[in-house]
């Protein structure tokens, strides 16, 4: 079964710091992959995705991630955090829906990021 | 262009009681797909709509339902409610090609639902 894996419940980086939030998903084929972010009380929203070609995606907010299939791995980054980075971050992946094509989207269980002055 | 809405904001229920949340998806999208996420934790896999009809379902008991519009806008459904099911409802909207996602999908702000 699908699934996906952050390791780390919460981190803690100094503002300016760089950041890297781990990542890891199983999955049979070629994923789909996701990031989101949501901040308290919020929906969440799309930081960046990967569905195929280059493995390093650009996000939004300066975030980029790098799907490595050998390590099964979709890590975010971001070279220098800003204060209103602080959030909730989710992985995800897509699953196909083996009735209508279309797929759903199975998360982790998130990464509390806290940044510090 | 509007994304994703969501009513109401939040709502307090008691055990037992019936509740309906609504959602209007992106526009230009034709799928609605409904999640719930507990306090702490990741968005669940509910159901997906597609055509007015449910087409595929998480692993969630039969007191979650739902309907699909023709506008393509939804509403979940939850009987009988329990303890257990106050957490934040999310709504999602996406495209749906063929068998390929055109699209990845949009999330609304979420129902928070808080039964006592």
């Known amino acids: 079964a699908q699934s996906v894996t952050q390791p780390d419940i919460h981190i803690t980086v100094s503002e300016g710091a760089s950041l890297e939030l781990r990542c890891n998903y199983s999955?049979?084929?070629?994923?789909?992959l996701f990031w989101y972010v949501q901040s308290p009380g919020q929906g969440l929203q799309l930081l960046l995705k990967?569905?195929?070609?280059?493995?390093l995606v650009q996000g939004i907010k300066g975030f980029e991630a790098e799907f490595k299939r050998s390590q099964s791995s979709f890590n975010l980054r971001k070279p220098s955090v800003h204060w209103s980075d602080a959030a909730e971050y989710f992985c995800a992946v897509g699953s196909p829906l083996s009735n209508t094509g279309g797929f759903k989207t199975i998360f982790g269980a998130g990464t509390r990021l806290f940044v510090k002055a | 262009d509007a994304g994703v809405t969501q009513s109401p904001t939040h709502l307090i229920k008691t055990r037992g009681q019936q509740v309906t949340l609504r959602c209007s998806p992106k526009s230009g999208h034709d799928t609605v797909s409904w999640y719930q996420q507990a306090l702490g934790q990741g968005p669940q896999f509910i159901f997906q709509y597609y055509e007015e009809e449910e087409r595929q379902r998480g692993n969630f008991p039969d007191r979650f339902s739902g309907h699909q519009f023709p506008n393509y806008s939804s509403e979940l459904n939850v009987n009988a409610l329990l303890l257990g099911d106050s957490a934040l409802y999310l709504c999602?909207?996406?495209?749906?090609?063929?068998?390929?996602?055109?699209?990845?999908?949009?999330f609304g702000p979420g129902t928070r639902l808080t039964v006592l």
């Open positions: 999602a909207s996406s495209l749906l090609s063929g068998r390929i996602p055109t699209d990845t999908q949009y």
């Open positions: 990967y569905f195929s070609g280059d493995t």
């Open positions: 999955y049979g084929a070629t994923p789909y």
